[in-house]
């Protein structure tokens, strides 16, 4: 069983900087292509970035593109993903999730992704 877990939220100020990261256990086949999400209080769930497993071609929503970087960290049992922020806004306010998902295609639609990890809150003060 594949799972997911976040760590790194957390309080910043605007235009500081958080480094979230994201573990996987499991089957690793099974995380092709991973990406970072969050959802702010009464908003849709929103794509922000997603890697392949070779580590190229990440791809960005605009609102983060030139601010947030994706990477990963494929070991032999355990995946690591990680988004650095910055520049962070107030906007950015919101519980951000990590997923995977077992087809090396990208995607940017949360109903994509078949693995969740639970959550981290970050939360940015003007």
């Known amino acids: 069983q594949v799972q997911l877990a976040e760590f790194g939220g957390g309080l910043a100020q605007a235009g500081g900087s958080l480094r979230l990261s994201c573990t996987v256990s499991?089957?690793?086949?099974?995380?092709?292509?991973m990406g970072w999400f969050r959802q702010a209080p009464g908003k849709d769930r929103e794509f922000l970035a997603g890697?392949?497993?070779?580590?190229?071609?990440?791809?960005?929503a605009d609102s983060v593109k030139g601010r947030f970087t994706i990477s990963r960290d494929n070991a032999k049992n355990a995946v690591h993903l990680y988004l650095q922020m910055n520049s962070l806004k107030p906007e950015d306010t919101a519980v951000y999730y990590c997923?995977?998902?077992?087809?090396?295609?990208?995607?940017?639609?949360?109903?994509?992704?078949?693995?969740w990890g639970q959550g981290t809150q970050v939360t940015v003060s003007s």
């Open positions: 997923a995977a998902r077992f087809s090396a295609f990208t995607s940017r639609l949360p109903t994509d992704y078949r693995y």
């Open positions: 499991g089957p690793t086949f099974s995380t092709q292509f």
């Open positions: 890697i392949g497993r070779s580590d190229e071609g990440a791809i960005y």
